[in-house]
């Protein structure tokens, strides 16, 4: 889900269409009704070119279009990738965007956390089969950022969110006794050691809870730039805690 002007909220799901699986997209006013000028009566669908099915993992609203990030899958040959597509507010292909509406990569990675920068780029988590997991950038006509991190991506796993001055906060599992482990990146990418520890803020787990681990599963900031984070031990005791920032 996301917020697009007017405080319209534009949703993804996934349909099926003749047995394949296609990247459903449908916007509500802000009045709770559907916008009936949005695609056809308020709902569109879209794939990957070429893909016998295409899901969708994130989306995002910039400058009044639709950012979607999803995976594919084609059948001859067969491959998996995933992509980035772009539609008008109107619910059309953005031609403009990547040459056809969209970019692709052949390579069987699932995103997910489809963040926008104030410069146009976007920033996605990348998993791939083995549970490993990295994210990276994409410029604004979403090719890969190939500048950002020290090999155009940053290679740690976690929920990613970003502050007021576009850096990005990864929430990621702890060590015995510790609350929040959240790290910190610069816009480009690069650990912000003015952060925390070197990078790193953490945090003790209450008493009672003292001795357990637990994953910070995702963190949020507040308008006064404090650090909302949610957190579980690996006795599934959820936390809420709050961290300067």
Known sequence: ?????????????????????????????NTGRVDTNFGKMGFTTAGFLGAASSSSTGVAVRD???????????TSPTNNGYGILQLLGSGDLDLSFGG????????????????????????STLADTSGS?????????????????????????????????????????????ELESILRFTADGMLDTSFGTNGKATALLPENL?????????????????????????TGVAVISRLWN
């Open 64 to 74: 009044g279009k639709i950012v979607i990030m999803g995976t594919y899958s084609t």
């Open 210 to 234: 003292a001795g357990l681990a637990a994953s910070s599963t995702a963190a949020r900031v507040q308008g006064d730039g404090r650090i909302v984070v949610l957190s579980e031990t690996t």
């Open 133 to 177: 997991s990295s994210f990276t950038a994409f410029t604004a006509k979403g090719d890969i950022d190939m500048t950002f991190g020290a090999t155009n991506k940053v290679s740690v796993a976690g929920s990613i969110s970003l502050d007021d001055q576009d850096r990005v906060l990864v929430a990621t599992a702890s060590t015995a006794g």
């Open 100 to 123: 056809s509406g969209q970019t692709t990569s052949l390579n069987a990675l699932t995103p997910s956390d489809l963040l926008l920068l104030s410069d146009g780029r976007a920033i």
């Open 1 to 29: 889900m996301a917020l697009a002007p007017n405080d319209s909220v534009v949703t993804i799901f996934n349909a099926t269409n003749n047995g394949n699986t296609v990247m459903g997209v449908t916007k509500i006013e």
